[in-house]
């Protein structure tokens, strides 16, 4: 089944707003088996929101609108839709109450403009709003459901979960759709659909795979739709799990995980620390890393090494090797790695060295160009990358290439690559 | 002039993405005079994009489709797009020699997939996009333009300010729309709107003045639409005048400055130089610093001391001060400022220590209490800081505050606070 979500308000037309409670409520929307056909944003304007209810009615029996229900002259969306539905505004008693209770708590007088808000559409089933003023209405017109509620995120939120969704799942009987999504790094978006053509040529007609691609993070998404959630759930976790025969290597794990993240877990489970040495990264490894909460019980630290100077005195890097091979080298890389590992007193080290750019390039050493090393007790292991010419990507993408190849190490996969 | 967005992909219906891109395309229109009249979000499918776009074109003459354009089987929008406008496929050399470009520096063979990238559609001008595989296409038929670009974002900004937006405007002859815009930090949106109150009333008509607040830094533009380029230049520095009047001690920048960028002129003004320890944190303050093209200039480094341990021995905390008084206090942080910019020898450094949560809180100091400390040769200065429950966001606001205490200090205005 589908469903269409219209999403009033200027502020989301110029771009001051991105809409996010579109893409929420499509997630939750989802999770009961529903579609979402079609988003569209529209201004707080009587013939737009008409003719947008209009097109979204015609494509499907399910309209969920936010927005535009506010006290203020430019909220019209309630009166809008009392005329679309050939109703009439009522005073509703608990509508009212709420109002006034939310006011008080908020030490606002009541007045004209707020007491407006206790009014709705005779024709609308009504759900109170417990976070805020505006109820959440809901139409019924020819089999076909139109629901409006209120744009502030958590209001609506907290109307959908409570409220709303289950009174949708029962008015509606809907099939099953279940996501499951595997995260792979270290290769690109058609090199593995290359890999997984015949994977795909597969799949049975219920489940469909999805490539969501975000700067070197690739997202497998499988879905899967049906009558019978064990059969479809079993369904996708067979193709799942080929996955993980066909490509091991790339994935480093499933859902809204991360590359920190995985690499948190993997150090908990050996009961290891990590500290990094940053030159072209300038801090953003162990801050990527720092993001994860808890991150302090294998997280040491890091000395960001800008200068050469940080790179000898701080890391013991050899003077000699840093003249004679250069800051940006297999050996200087490998040396602070080697030296924040001892110093730190650390289980595994990550160190980086790199031209980001935009100046600093040569033609031997062209901006982009990044060692990375990783430390341990099984040794020392480095590597040299090509990124391109965007300082701010470069910095990204050594961020990540680290964090994969420490995820490497730890597994004990370098030695196959 | 009115224009349309048309957002092309599943994960943005089932809210897997949210649609950053439709409002970064919103704000940037609306700085060449085009108001977006609706935002469509739909799916990779051949029909609903026909639909959409015919939709599109009845209300405006102006669409932008972004997504669809990837190498893989999900990906129609190219075909779709191709047939809508009675064209076929045909081999450009210049984007073939980009595609093989970029392959070349990411190290991937080229394939039949990729191949199929550098097949554009005959009647479509094409941009090429520098940062990625697939073209922007533009289309024209009875003087309405159709632009398709590929949906990752930094692609589509890319091609959009460079190659794109220069070309609407010279094409539909945009009216003279000039925005000027200063940075502040250090107070909240209600009350700059009550002191700039009476700036506001005395606004000629064309002015207006918008506040784009964003985590701690409000941003306030005065935009200007007139027929004469010069007199509203002119009318918008007379303004911007005032506002350095008003609020010299809050604004910080202009345009697309930054906390790091303003700091980055004031020191190599003063030819110093800076480092930072970081608790809380984890090294997003010197991966801040470093964004900054040329910040090799006067940073030199950080020691990012997570755990209590480092912070004795890398940055001479004294073991008593740390047990008596916790790493969450005054004389910590100031003793961890005073530690690196004597270990690293510069002539400024920042120190912050603080519970980022979600763990880790006291009744004393709960979680988001932060130390910050800046130390240079006027002696030391700290403060601290309650911000709230979101790790995240604690850490993003520690960074921003540690930045523009550290602006106050080098501009010697800390005295006056």
């Not at 489970?269 to 994860?292: F, N, P, R, W």
Request: with cysteine.
């Amino acid at each position: 089944m589908y469903a269409e979500i219209i999403s009033i308000g200027d502020e989301l037309l110029i771009g001051q707003t991105v809409n996010s409670n579109a893409a929420w409520m499509g997630q939750e929307l989802n999770k009961i088996g529903i579609e979402v056909y079609q988003i569209s944003t529209i201004s707080d304007d009587k013939n737009h929101i008409v003719n947008a209810l209009n097109d979204a009615l015609k494509r499907t029996k399910l309209v969920l609108i936010t927005g535009g229900l506010g006290p203020t002259r430019d909220d019209i969306t309630k009166y809008t839709l009392t005329e679309y539905f050939n109703s009439s505004l009522v005073r509703n008693e608990k509508v009212y109450k709420q109002v006034e209770k939310m006011l008080k708590k908020r030490s606002i007088p009541m007045n004209d403009l707020n007491r407006k808000q206790a009014d709705v559409p005779e024709r609308a089933s009504i759900f109170i709003n417990y976070a805020g003023t505006a109820p959440a209405m809901w139409f019924e017109l020819n089999r076909k459901v139109v629901i409006s509620m209120p744009g502030v995120p958590y209001e609506m939120k907290e109307l959908m979960t409570k409220q709303i969704l289950p009174s949708i799942s029962q008015y509606f009987k809907t099939p099953v759709i279940i996501h499951r999504s595997i995260l792979t790094y270290g290769t690109f978006e058609a090199k593995l659909a290359e890999i997984l053509s015949g994977f795909e040529d597969q799949l049975p007609p219920e489940i469909k795979l999805a490539y969501l691609p975000t700067e070197g993070v690739i997202k497998l998404r499988l879905t899967g739709r049906g009558d019978r959630e064990e059969r479809i759930k079993k369904m996708i976790n067979r193709e799942i799990d080929k996955l993980y025969k066909i490509i091991p290597k790339y994935i480093f794990g499933e859902q809204d995980d991360s590359l920190e993240k995985s690499i948190g877990v993997l150090l908990k489970e050996k009961g290891e620390t990590l500290c990094t040495a940053e030159s072209c990264t300038g801090g953003m490894i162990a801050h990527q890393i720092t993001t994860v909460p808890g991150s302090s019980e294998y997280f040491i630290g890091s000395v960001v090494a800008y200068s050469n100077r940080i790179k000898e005195k701080e890391l013991g890097v050899n003077s000699a090797t840093l003249e004679k091979e250069g800051a940006v080298s297999r050996q200087v890389v490998e040396q602070m790695a080697q030296g924040v590992r001892e110093r730190f007193g650390a289980g595994y080290s990550i160190a980086t060295s790199g031209i980001a750019g935009p100046a600093g390039g040569t033609t031997e050493k062209p901006v982009g160009t990044v060692w990375i090393a990783v430390a341990g007790k099984n040794g020392t292991y480095s590597r040299k990358y090509i990124f391109g010419n965007d300082r701010m990507r470069n910095i990204r993408r050594s961020t990540l290439a680290a964090l994969n190849l420490l995820r490497q190490y730890v597994k004990g996969e370098l030695e196959h690559l």
